[in-house]
């Protein structure tokens, strides 16, 4: 079953500090991999999108990476801002069906 | 902001009514998919709609209805609403069926 799963499931940390979000998905063939922000009663915002020949891509302070055999992505935030509070979200495209599955999300929460 | 916009922001209903929402799509996209994502999960796919025909359907029963006009706007209907139909509903607009998805803030319904 083509599945996305994310850890932890939410995290607090300080303003200022750096933390890493997970996502193993079981997705195949794969197509692409995205992360998306979402804050509260919000529409999600993709942050980055990762097909499957890329390892590593930046946005700002969000640094996306993939390992495709081992089926893993993780996501880095630095330097937490208050504002980085929000879900985020690891979607994966099935290569086969073409349908985004989502993950349950990691809740983080910066605190000052 | 993601130029994806849904009516009604908040909507409360009881159970069995029947409920309309709606979603206008970014300019020149047209494919409208629907999601629901309930308190704390990931969103769930539900349909989506590419030049006014459905394309594809998630795990939803029939009473989850939907359409696409000419201006690739849609609408999603449900019919005989239960308590667990409470949810956040996203629509997502793409210039393609394969191609980045933009959220809209998303409807937030409760049904008592």
């Known amino acids: 079953k083509n599945q996305v799963e994310q850890s932890p499931q939410s995290l607090i940390i300080l303003e200022g500090k750096n933390c890493t979000l997970q996502?193993?998905?079981?997705?195949?063939?794969?197509?692409?991999l995205r992360w998306y922000k979402q804050d509260t009663g919000r529409g999600p915002v993709s942050l980055t999108i990762?097909?499957?020949?890329?390892n590593t891509k930046s946005n700002g302070r969000y640094t996306a990476t993939l390992d495709a055999d081992t089926k893993q992505s993780s996501l880095h935030i630095t330097a937490s801002q208050l504002s980085d509070s929000a879900s985020y979200i690891c979607?994966?495209?099935?290569?086969?069906?073409?349908?985004?599955?989502f993950g349950t999300g990691t809740l983080l929460a910066v605190q000052p | 902001e993601t130029g994806v916009t849904q009516s009604p922001t908040h909507l409360i209903k009881t159970r069995g009514q029947q409920v309309t929402l709606r979603c206008s799509s970014q300019?020149?996209?047209?494919?409208v998919s629907w999601y629901q994502q309930a308190l704390g999960q990931g969103p769930q796919f539900i349909f989506q709609?590419?030049?006014?025909?459905?394309?594809g359907r998630g795990n939803f029963p029939p009473r989850f209805s939907g359409l696409q006009f000419p201006n690739y706007s849609s609408e999603l209907n449900v019919n005989a609403l239960e308590l667990d139909d409470s949810a956040l509903y996203l629509c997502?607009?793409?210039?393609?069926?394969?191609?980045?998805?933009?959220f809209g803030p998303g409807t937030r319904l409760l049904v008592l």
């Open positions: 997502a607009s793409s210039l393609d069926v394969r191609e980045t998805q933009y």
């Open positions: 996502c193993n998905y079981t997705v195949s063939p794969f197509s692409n």
């Open positions: 990762m097909t499957f020949s890329e």
């Open positions: 979607v994966v495209r099935s290569g086969a069906t073409n349908k985004l599955i």
């Open positions: 300019s020149g996209h047209n494919t």
């Open positions: 709609y590419y030049r006014e025909e459905e394309n």
